[in-house]
Antibody, heavy 119, light 112 residues
Framework: EVQLVESGGGLVQPGGSLRLSCAASGFSFSGYWMNWVRQAPGRGPEWMTNIKGDGSQTHYVDSVRGRFTISRDNAKNSLYLQMNSLRAEDTAVYYC????????????WGQGTMVTVSS | QSALTQPASVSGSPGQSITISCTGTSSDVGGYNLLSWYQQYPGQAPKVIIYDVSNRPSGVSDRFSGSKSGNTASLTISGLQAEDEADYYCNSYSSSSTPHYVFGPGTKVTVL
């Protein structure tokens, strides 16, 4: 079964750090661009960042560039998101998503992990 | 704050057809055919129902169709069913600022 499972969410204070993980199974992980998409409570999804299958290219939305870092370990079929300098506005459900067509077709999503930034 | 605009809500009776619009600019919707639509139920992850403007993934009902004219894309749901009540989001590649993908704010579809 093709599956993505996120972990690592939780409660963190403003200015703190958190590392999210996404475990992939059921497909050739290294062959796909992978993405992190977040969704604040009551809001629409927000694409944040992606990484090419071999890890050679990454892109970020302006709001997280310089604070968040996407990475992957293809040997472990895992995707990561290192989040630093967290702000209240980063509070959201964080999803990892596969780009099935290498052009923004997010065809497989995880169940999401909640990140709450609050003192 | 989304760069794309969608109506906040659309409603229809069972069996009717409804259309949801997604308006952007020539830097996103109008400039590329990298436009997809997602359906989301409460507490669940989004699911892609249309990609590349008008293509349906395998397993998605043919009651869902997509199109684009200029800077506006549209999702049409034909033969509306109770199970179609959900939130719908458009997503487009954008070349403004650094290349990235942008979601619309979403449209709540209500089946009357």
């Amino acid at each position: 079964e093709v599956q993505l499972v996120e972990s690592g969410g939780g409660l963190v204070q403003p200015g703190g750090s958190l590392r999210l993980s996404c475990a992939a199974s059921g497909f050739s992980f290294s062959g796909y661009w992978m993405n992190w998409v977040r969704q604040a409570p009551g809001r629409g999804p927000e694409w944040m960042t992606n990484i090419k299958g071999d890890g050679s290219q990454t892109h970020y939305v302006d709001s997280v560039r310089g604070r968040f870092t996407i990475s992957r370990d293809n040997a472990k079929n895992s995707l990561y998101l290192q989040m630093n300098s967290l702000r209240a506005e980063d509070t959201a459900v964080y999803y990892c998503a596969r780009d099935g067509q290498a052009r923004g077709v997010f065809d497989i999503w995880g169940q999401g992990t909640m990140v709450t930034v609050s003192s | 704050q989304s760069a794309l605009t969608q109506p906040a809500s659309v409603s229809g009776s069972p069996g009717q057809s409804i259309t949801i619009s997604c308006t952007g600019t020539s830097s996103d919707v109008g400039g590329y055919n990298l436009l997809s639509w997602y359906q989301q139920y409460p507490g669940q992850a989004p699911k892609v129902i249309i990609y590349d403007v008008s293509n349906r993934p395998s397993g998605v009902s043919d009651r869902f169709s997509g199109s684009k004219s200029g800077n506006t894309a549209s999702l049409t749901i034909s033969g509306l069913q109770a199970e179609d009540e959900a939130d719908y989001y458009c997503n487009s590649y954008s070349s403004s600022s650094t290349p990235h993908y942008v979601f619309g704010p979403g449209t709540k579809v209500t089946v009357l």
